[in-house]
Structures are given as structure tokens and as C-alpha cells.
């Protein structure tokens, strides 16, 4: 139904910044919720941030004050602002979007390497 595609993931050193875009095509009538996860190696897949149609936003304790999740609604493209990057942030980060978080559509993922 929607179709995800993240971008902008990379090498970065402790302390840099990246930002992600996450584009969705589709069904994209069906979108009420956009949101980023992540998971890194042998570790479960967790919520970094998620932003709804209407704005509203929420943050993992890990990144609140770092990153900040925004959503251009006409384009249907949610991006994620990181700073302050640290070795822990490294991670596949995957864009969902749907009627609500987790079950909607998943993208291919991005990676994210934070290191010296």
C-alpha cells in the first residue's frame, strides 16, 4: 500500500550530524503516523522518534534533546535530524508509516555508522 524509501544514512564521526529523509508513495491517504526505528546488531528494533499528520511528536529518552523528527506533509517525506551523534546511535534506521506506528509499511533502512 505505501511505499517507503529512506535516504541520507552514513559514516559519521561521535559528535556529527546526519540527516535522514524517509519519502512515501502510495497509499499515502492512508498515512496517519510517520515514524523512524532502529536496530542495531543482535539488539531488538526500537522507536527513535514519530511524528503524526497533525504534528504531534514523540522521542526515545536516548535521543530527546538530539534529534528532532519533522514531516512535510504535501510530500509525504518525514526527515530526522541528528546531532550530537554518538557511538551508541549506530543502527539500521527504518521509516514506518501508516495508521498508526509499527504497523504500517516499513522502508529498506538506512545505515548509520557513528564512529572514529
Known amino acids: 500500500q505505501v511505499h517507503l524509501v529512506e535516504s541520507g544514512g552514513g559514516l559519521v564521526q561521535p559528535g556529527g550530524s546526519l540527516r535522514l529523509s524517509c519519502a512515501a508513495s502510495?497509499?499515502?491517504?492512508?498515512?496517519?503516523?510517520m515514524g523512524w526505528f532502529r536496530q542495531a546488531p543482535g539488539k531488538q528494533r526500537e522507536l527513535v522518534a514519530a511524528i503524526t499528520n497533525g504534528g504531534r511528536t514523540n522521542y526515545a529518552d536516548s535521543v530527546k534533546g538530539r534529534f528532532t523528527i519533522s514531516r512535510d506533509n504535501a510530500k509525504m517525506t518525514v526527515f530526522l535530524q541528528m546531532n550530537s551523534l554518538k557511538p551508541e546511535d549506530t543502527a539500521a534506521y527504518y521509516c514506518n508509516a501508516g495508521p498508526e506506528l509499527s504497523a504500517g509499511s516499513w522502508g529498506q533502512g538506512t545505515q548509520v555508522t557513528v564512529s572514529s
Open positions: 502510495g497509499n499515502i491517504f492512508s498515512i496517519a503516523v
